[in-house]
């Protein structure tokens, strides 16, 4: 069988992009990295890549991490003017004893190998960060889309009582609109014709973060995780949960010692709950893909959604929650 997920909504194209080199015979490997380079080309995403959300400083800084079958892995972090941050992951698990690269290292790297140089920040970041730079308070506030289908933005305080950001945000069946918009990375899974997973993870990370602040994504084990012989399993959300938890790690080692996959995903969001920073504004979204290709997904939360697509599943979008999975409504 072949078949790949993608995080978010905005993870459909990319997923459809990773399901048709699948089915063209491309390695998982080489599916997810596609699947992962479109988002990131992708400049309507502003969580991801070009176009992805500044810094507090204004500056673009992109996390990636990239996993093979064979427990292969690279990562960068903290990345500059550079697009497609996965083939930098990739080539530094192909070209390096490393598995990590930050910084400048990481950039002079990129330039070494012969990427290309792009200025990350679109004119619409921008004007979002300037925006958010007004803001009293700022490091405790949050965007949100005002609308789905709509490019107007809302500022949210990420520190109202809990009940109350619930239920703005986080109602069930609310509509896509009232998501918050401060993060999604993308995360792609996939499983190839020879039986073999990858994974791969690429984002801009939180919006308006701290200068220099990294997220779960680039984290081996936190923001991706993959043993071929057992499971993948990539996260998203609010990357400082994944990271005091080992989402990814704990989930494989769970399915490892016989776990069902989505109860899995279950018991690792068990573990967040439990993280005593855990706050109601702050969403958590786990996939995974075992080795005999039984998938899940799952969320700390309503408000995560997942593409998903085989031999057998056209590409379908599904709302996820801690407990369920339905088809959504595009
Ligand atoms: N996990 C990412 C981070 O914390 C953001 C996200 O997935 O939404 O950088």
């Given at each position: 069988m072949i078949l790949s997920l993608s995080t978010w909504k905005h993870g459909f194209h990319p997923n459809q992009v990773t399901i048709e080199a699948l089915n063209s015979g491309k390695s998982a490997l080489d599916a997810v990295e596609l699947g992962a380079r479109d988002c990131e080309s992708d400049?309507?995403?502003?969580?991801?890549?070009?176009g992805g959300l500044p810094d507090a400083t204004g500056e673009v800084t992109l996390d990636a991490s990239i996993m093979d079958h064979d427990g292969n892995c690279g990562s960068v972090a903290f990345v500059r003017n550079y697009e497609h941050v996965i083939a930098v992951a990739r080539r530094v698990m192909e070209k390096t004893p490393h598995v990590m690269l930050a910084g400048e290292g990481a950039e002079q790297f990129a330039e070494r190998e012969g990427f290309e140089k792009t200025d990350l920040l679109t004119e619409k970041a921008k004007s979002l960060w300037e925006q958010w730079m007004a803001q009293?308070?700022?490091?405790?506030v949050r965007l949100r889309r005002?609308?789905?289908?709509?490019q107007e933005y809302v500022f949210v305080h990420g520190d109202e009582p809990e009940e109350l950001v619930w239920r703005r945000?986080?109602?069930?069946?609310?509509?896509?609109?009232?998501?918050?918009?401060?993060h999604d990375t993308i995360g792609v899974l996939a499983m190839d014709s020879a039986g073999r997973l990858a994974g791969a993870c690429t984002t801009s990370g939180?919006?308006?973060?701290?200068?220099g602040r990294v997220g779960d994504s680039p984290i081996i084990g936190a923001g991706l995780y993959v043993d071929g012989r057992v499971a993948a399993a990539v996260a998203t959300g609010d990357g400082e949960l994944m990271m005091r938890a080992c989402s990814t790690f704990h989930i494989v080692e769970m399915v490892r010692q016989g776990i069902e996959p989505a109860e899995a995903c279950e018991r690792a969001l068990e573990r967040i709950r439990?993280?005593?920073?855990?706050?109601?504004?702050k969403q958590c979204g786990l996939m995974v893909i075992r080795a005999d290709g039984v998938w899940a997904g799952r969320s700390l939360r309503p408000g995560f959604q997942l593409a998903a697509a085989s031999d057998v599943l056209p590409n379908t979008l599904f709302d996820i929650t801690a407990n369920s999975m339905e088809k959504a409504r595009f």
């Amino acid at each position: 069988m072949i078949l790949s997920l993608s995080t978010w909504k905005h993870g459909f194209h990319p997923n459809q992009v990773t399901i048709e080199a699948l089915n063209s015979g491309k390695s998982a490997l080489d599916a997810v990295e596609l699947g992962a380079r479109d988002c990131e080309s992708d400049i309507a995403c502003m969580s991801v890549g070009r176009g992805g959300l500044p810094d507090a400083t204004g500056e673009v800084t992109l996390d990636a991490s990239i996993m093979d079958h064979d427990g292969n892995c690279g990562s960068v972090a903290f990345v500059r003017n550079y697009e497609h941050v996965i083939a930098v992951a990739r080539r530094v698990m192909e070209k390096t004893p490393h598995v990590m690269l930050a910084g400048e290292g990481a950039e002079q790297f990129a330039e070494r190998e012969g990427f290309e140089k792009t200025d990350l920040l679109t004119e619409k970041a921008k004007s979002l960060w300037e925006q958010w730079m007004a803001q009293p308070d700022k490091l405790h506030v949050r965007l949100r889309r005002a609308e789905e289908g709509t490019q107007e933005y809302v500022f949210v305080h990420g520190d109202e009582p809990e009940e109350l950001v619930w239920r703005r945000e986080y109602t069930p069946g609310a509509t896509q609109g009232q998501q918050e918009n401060s993060h999604d990375t993308i995360g792609v899974l996939a499983m190839d014709s020879a039986g073999r997973l990858a994974g791969a993870c690429t984002t801009s990370g939180l919006a308006f973060k701290l200068h220099g602040r990294v997220g779960d994504s680039p984290i081996i084990g936190a923001g991706l995780y993959v043993d071929g012989r057992v499971a993948a399993a990539v996260a998203t959300g609010d990357g400082e949960l994944m990271m005091r938890a080992c989402s990814t790690f704990h989930i494989v080692e769970m399915v490892r010692q016989g776990i069902e996959p989505a109860e899995a995903c279950e018991r690792a969001l068990e573990r967040i709950r439990q993280d005593k920073r855990l706050t109601g504004d702050k969403q958590c979204g786990l996939m995974v893909i075992r080795a005999d290709g039984v998938w899940a997904g799952r969320s700390l939360r309503p408000g995560f959604q997942l593409a998903a697509a085989s031999d057998v599943l056209p590409n379908t979008l599904f709302d996820i929650t801690a407990n369920s999975m339905e088809k959504a409504r595009f």
